[in-house]
């Protein structure tokens, strides 16, 4: 049987969020090129992002990143959108729901603007 020392676990969940980090930047990078201009405030809204998604009750990787791309299109002050955090916090629906609702959000007050 193999055995996983807990720094061994550390170290491979530290790699795993930094990978993910990583994807999630690059996405941001190339699904919305007009709104990546500088890396570190791309950088710097993952990171945000990321731990506001946290402190919102999200845990997953679709969770964690349709919270990102919210906060990326629409600013990081979603956080305090009292109807986010209903949704998010109050929802019993699965965070895949969580998310699908959060992308629904997005796209709904884009439609507004543009209209």
Do not use: C, N
């Amino acid at each position: 049987m193999l055995d996983i020392t807990p720094e061994q676990l550390a170290a491979m969940e530290e790699h795993s969020e930094a990978g993910f980090r990583r994807r999630l930047f690059g996405l941001l990078r190339d699904e919305f090129p007009d709104h990546a201009g500088d890396p570190r405030g791309v950088a710097a809204v993952v990171d945000l992002g990321i731990a506001d998604a946290r402190a919102a009750g999200l845990r997953t990787e679709r969770g964690l990143a349709a919270w990102v791309i919210a906060a990326f299109l629409l600013g990081l002050d979603i956080k305090d959108d009292p109807h986010v955090i209903a949704a998010i916090r109050t929802s019993g629906d699965s965070e895949a729901a969580k998310a699908d609702w959060l992308q629904g959000y997005v796209a709904a007050v884009a439609e507004a603007l543009e209209g």
